[in-house]
């Protein structure tokens, strides 16, 4: 099986919010309502500045990833 690079989430416990997991790596759950981020591995192979510069550039795709998906629903 191929798994999506995406996956949208949600959870009963927490209905207002939205989440978006990451399975490639660095592997990541993100919470859209509050940005809240949580990762999922340990990331050793690269600099504290470059997963930063990474995490927001993944960020950014998980928004677009959201928005297109959310599109794709309403039609």
């Not at 949580?38 to 990833?65: H, N, R, Y």
């Amino acid at each position: 099986m191929t798994l999506p690079k995406f996956l949208i989430g949600d959870n009963t416990d927490f209905p207002e919010d939205i989440f978006i997991v990451h399975l490639d790596y660095p592997r990541f759950v993100i919470n859209l309502k509050d940005d809240d981020l949580e990762l999922l591995e340990e990331v050793d192979d690269i600099s504290e500045a470059e997963l930063k510069t990474e995490l927001t550039d993944l960020v950014a795709l998980a928004v677009e990833f959201y928005d297109r998906e959310m599109k794709r629903y309403e039609e």
